[in-house]
């Protein structure tokens, strides 16, 4: 069984900062894609950034070159860094990793229980 497990979310003024952590557990052969979406009131789940397994990342307009992803692959867990933070970044922040179970399944998507950031003075 895998799983995501958050961490660090909170609340922070206008202009702060905050590191979110997303460990995957469990039994499984490889992982691929990890990253975060994020879900605000009254819309739709969005990517915020991800990461490949060899380093890729993309992010949305909205949080580049305030927001950086990042991996440590031995530990299986990957990052979200968040600086410069705005109310309109407050969310429910989940963790979304692509897991190939075994040698021979295709991979499949797995998301943590989110966390929330909320961003106010």
């Known amino acids: 069984q895998v799983q995501l497990v958050e961490s660090g979310g909170g609340l922070v003024q206008p202009g702060g900062s905050l590191r979110l952590s997303c460990a995957a557990s469990g039994n499984f052969f490889s992982i691929f894609d990890m990253g975060w979406h994020r879900q605000a009131p009254g819309k739709q789940r969005e990517l915020v950034a991800r990461?490949?397994?060899?380093?890729?990342?993309n992010y949305a307009d909205s949080v580049t070159g305030r927001f950086t992803v990042s991996r440590d692959n031995a530990k299986n867990t990957v990052y979200l860094q968040m600086n410069s933070l705005k109310p309109e970044d407050t969310a429910i922040y989940y963790c979304n990793a692509k897991i190939r179970n075994d040698r021979y399944a295709d991979p499949a998507d797995y998301w943590g229980q989110g966390t929330q950031v909320t961003v106010s003075s």
């Open positions: 990461m490949t397994n060899s380093g890729r990342t």
